[in-house]
């Protein structure tokens, strides 16, 4: 399926084409409201953020989510839970890489950042693609990131390099997740739209994201979640109050 990206002046269609780049075959186009027929869900990108808009909620300011995120997390870093999760001390001043195999909206690859760590965000739904470009383009004076717009399981199978934290934030098997209910369902409808998603085994997934982790290999879950996988055991567990991640150190 070919999503679009609107844009709303002349001279914003080089930065639209940027961003769509991520994705080969999506559509990026001068927007005019009289076209705009029968379109259930677009990108629509003006002079001073990216929206997402939909008949079903109020246009979806990406800018101002992103800038309110950082304005309220940036100041309690040391009480993120995640943070206290990955809890990586390496000794060396090497610049630490993270790989966060669903990246979202990309509030938890925020915080990695945030934290100091370079971030590869990888994302296989084509609006969250472009949604994650803006995130690394916009916020690149404060935010290390860059996305890959490609399923995890092949991305771990062709790619070599090793991550000192893999981070993972898996959907449930009935399709939701741990995140909260407003930003889900965002993701959510986002996902729905794009019904070829492939199935990917979360075993298998965690075995490849093991083999490319040099220290810490992180999974979120719903506190009243299993494991996501049977054995081995988390060699740690930090827990919030409906959340918790799950910590398999790699020995070194
Ligand atoms: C629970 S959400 C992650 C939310 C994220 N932690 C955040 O902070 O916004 C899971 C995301 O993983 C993506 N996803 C699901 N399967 C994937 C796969 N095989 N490869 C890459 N991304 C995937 C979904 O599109 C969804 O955006």
């Given at each position: 399926m070919s999503i679009k990206l609107y844009y709303t002046?002349?001279?914003?269609q080089e930065y639209a084409l940027t961003l769509a780049s991520i994705v080969p075959d999506s559509q990026v186009v001068l927007f005019d409201a009289a076209m705009?027929?029968?379109?259930?869900l677009y990108l629509l990108l003006n002079k001073d953020t990216l929206l997402l808009v939909s008949?079903?909620?109020k246009p979806f300011d990406l800018d101002l989510f992103y800038n309110e995120f950082i304005i309220k997390r940036k100041p309690g870093l040391k009480r993120e839970i995640l943070l206290q999760a990955i809890?990586?001390?390496?000794?060396?001043d090497e610049l630490l890489e993270a790989l966060d195999l669903t990246a979202g909206l990309g509030r938890d690859s925020i915080l990695m950042a945030l934290a100091g760590f370079r971030v590869t965000m990888l994302e296989n739904n084509p609006y969250l693609a472009i949604i994650l470009n803006y995130l690394s383009i916009n916020f690149c004076a404060q935010l290390k990131l860059t996305v890959q717009y490609i399923s995890n399981d092949k991305y771990l199978q062709t790619n070599s390099q090793k991550y000192h934290v893999i981070y993972f934030d898996p959907m449930f098997a009935?399709?939701?997740?741990?995140?909260?209910k407003k930003d889900m369902q965002l993701i959510d409808l986002m996902i729905k739209f794009v019904s070829d998603s492939a199935f990917v085994n979360n075993e298998e997934v965690f075995n490849l994201a093991y083999a490319h982790c040099l220290h810490k290999l992180v999974i979120k879950r719903d506190n009243k979640q299993r494991c996501l996988?049977?054995?081995?055991?988390?060699t740690y567990v930090k827990s919030g109050k409906t959340i918790r991640f799950d910590v398999y150190q790699v020995p070194s």
């Open positions: 002046e002349e001279y914003l705009i027929v029968d379109e259930q008949s079903l909620f809890n990586l001390r390496t000794g060396t009935d399709g939701k997740s741990s995140l909260a996988i049977p054995k081995p055991d988390p």
